[in-house]
């Protein structure tokens, strides 16, 4: 099995509510706390195994805002785990999912370093490394209904914009999607051959907001108005 998520930059509103949802879950899980820092003082700060980027791209009229959640893309041949000195960082070989043994980590910061995705963060609190676990306490949870075994992220996302799957299966949701929305990885040209995917998002048409636009359109909504209150 090689586990993984799909991510529509198509559909994503930007609205982190699965930031949110993997802090929720990663905070009360059984994995132990994802550390805040100061969380009612002035400048609040802590461990984020998801954070949302957003991107204005293209010239106006053809601009468009790209929101771009980034977590651990769980790499085939994983970077953070071949410079890892302890062997804390390990690739699982079951289903793929990159994981990191708390009780080896020494919180070097090596792998934060050799992460080209940005996806691990050092807890300061507790001295040691944290990142997306792909959820591994909910998606074999077998005292969960079969609905529900899927990561957090997946199960909050309001625009469903994520998908969670086995990409060697190509008959999983996953792989459909790939192949045919043209999903692709994230800078593949690095080589770590990362698990999860984007589906890109389609290009849009330019809004027509000028004046005479505008006008034309609130004419036309008084007029509908006006021969609904007549018939
Ligand atoms: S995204 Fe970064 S942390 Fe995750 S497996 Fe790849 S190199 Fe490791
Ligand atoms: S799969 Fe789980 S741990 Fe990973 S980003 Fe989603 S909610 Fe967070
Ligand atoms: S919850 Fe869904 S729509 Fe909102 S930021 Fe995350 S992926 Fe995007």
New binding site residues.
Partial sequence: MKLGLVIDLDVCVGCHACAVACKQWNTSGTLGALTDYAPYGRNPSGVWFNRIRHYEVGDFPHNKTVNMPL?????ED????NVCPTGA?Y?RKEDGI?LIDQDKCMGCNY??W???????ELDRAEGTMK??TLCIDRIYDQYLPPEERQPACVLTCPAHARHFGDFDNPLSKVSQLVRERGGTTLMPELG?Q?T?HYLPPRPTRPIDTSAEKQTSLMHKVKEWVNKLITT
């Fill in positions: 977590s651990c893309m769980h790499c994983a970077e953070c785990v960082s690739k990159v792998c934060a050799a992460c080209p995705y940005g996806a691990r990142k997306c770590y990362p999860n």
